[in-house]
């Protein structure tokens, strides 16, 4: 009986259907290709234009101060949200803002920082090196880009070797934008994310002249 | 009948400038009619109320008030002029995990930091042309968060009162063929 109560008060009480009424305010169809290419315009106009050391400096400080908290014996595993939002933050700005192989690392980091389930001197020495990589760049202590990319793919072999020190782990499960928004169930333990085939985003569907 | 975005009102939501100006930027490149904008989740749900965009792009990470906590307000507050608004999320987080907190608060997309001018129109044109269903449940109120339709499915029916099937923690159906 309980758990009859139980199963009643998760059910949906009611379900409201679609509703076309932004169709018939605006329209619907494709996106005319010109009108994308504009759109890919405006980004390409700021791409590699904007200095992003304001953002590079506000991240650096962060991670500064994450680090001394992280370090301090009560820390907990929450701290690593913190680390999460401020890597995520950083990767967004940059990914469109600059050019170069910073994403990538951001990238790296951000997916390896949400899959830790505990805190140990790995996890510190992963994140000291991080800010120590990002220091020395915007330091202008490194400037050779080939010096760059060899110690990010350093940090990415640090990420790789904590997995393989620890095989109870396992990378995040990430997506990209050519997924639908979609997630099978919310236990995401067993979670499938992709498109549906009548739930695409395929260019043909969207892009090109209306008739 | 064709796109007409100039008759489409969206609100951005994003604390960081230049970020809240290439979006609007883009928005504009095709033909958006009106563009509002607020730097929080707390600014952007006033906007809302006082100018009830059709769709709202909001990033995830923002004080005061994130980008959850002014989708949960969108959704269930008394004073939200529109439940059902599509509310599109731009932000760094790709985690699978990340994407199902988002669904869980009520998003209609997601779109991931960086993205390009394509990921935006394809989703805004994508949230027009295929409006969901929303659900009205005692721990969700929020777009259907079933995406697929598989007309070739032959199982039983997978309520958690319809069998003894495993159910997701709303109780809406689930892919049982995904289970181990």
Same mark, same amino acid.
Request: glycine fraction near 4%; avoid cysteine.
């Given at each position: 009986m309980a758990n009859d109560n139980k199963t009643s008060a998760k059910k949906a009480r009611a379900i409201m259907p679609a509703t076309r009424l932004l169709q018939s305010k605006v329209g619907n169809g494709k996106i005319k290709p010109e009108?994308?290419?504009?759109?890919?315009?405006?980004?390409?106009?700021?791409?590699?234009?904007l200095d992003i050391s304001p953002f590079a400096d506000e991240h650096i400080a962060e991670i500064k101060d994450l680090l001394k908290q992280i370090k301090k014996p009560d820390a907990s595993l929450d701290i690593t949200d913190d680390f999460s939002r401020s890597?995520?933050?950083?990767k967004g700005n940059i990914g469109i803002f600059s050019e170069g192989p910073l994403i990538g690392l951001t990238m790296i980091m951000l997916n390896w920082i949400e899959s830790i389930e505990k805190i140990d001197q790995d996890v510190l020495d992963v994140l000291n090196g991080y800010y120590v990589t990002l220091d020395q760049i915007f330091s202008d202590k490194l400037k050779d880009p080939k010096m760059i990319e060899v110690i990010i793919k350093e940090m990415q072999s640090a990420c790789e070797r904590y997995f393989s020190k620890h095989p109870e782990l396992q990378l995040t499960q990430v997506i990209d934008n050519s997924k639908a928004f979609y997630i099978d169930q919310s236990n995401h333990s067993d979670v499938k994310v992709g498109l549906d085939m009548n739930d695409d985003l395929h260019d043909d569907h969207l892009i090109g002249q209306d008739d | 009948m064709p796109f007409n975005f100039s008759k489409? *009102?969206?609100? $951005?939501?994003e604390d960081t400038e230049p970020m809240r100006k290439l979006i609007v930027s883009?928005?504009? *490149?095709?033909? $958006?009619?009106?563009?509002?904008?607020?730097?929080s989740g707390e600014e952007g749900f006033r906007k809302f109320c006082e100018h009830n965009p059709d769709i709202v792009i909001s990033d995830w990470d923002m004080d005061p008030g994130d980008g959850l906590v002014m989708t949960r307000k969108i959704r269930k507050d008394v004073l939200s002029p529109n439940r059902l608004a599509p509310i599109i999320f731009l932000t760094g987080y790709n985690a699978v995990k990340r994407v199902a907190q988002a669904r869980d608060a009520g998003a209609t997309e997601y779109i991931i930091k960086p993205f390009t001018g394509s990921d935006l129109a394809k989703r805004i044109a994508y949230v027009i042309n295929k409006p969901r269903d929303y659900i009205d449940a005692d721990v969700y109120f929020g777009p259907d968060r079933r995406r697929r339709d598989n007309p070739d499915y032959k199982g039983p029916r997978r309520r958690v009162d319809d069998s003894s099937a495993l159910s997701g923690d709303d109780g809406f159906?689930?892919?049982l063929g995904n289970k181990k």
């Open positions: 009108k994308i290419q504009k759109a890919e315009n405006k980004l390409e106009a700021v791409r590699g234009r890597i995520m933050k950083f | 489409l *009102s969206v609100l $951005v939501v883009i928005l504009d *490149s095709i033909d $958006v009619g009106t563009i509002h904008q607020a730097k159906m689930i892919d």
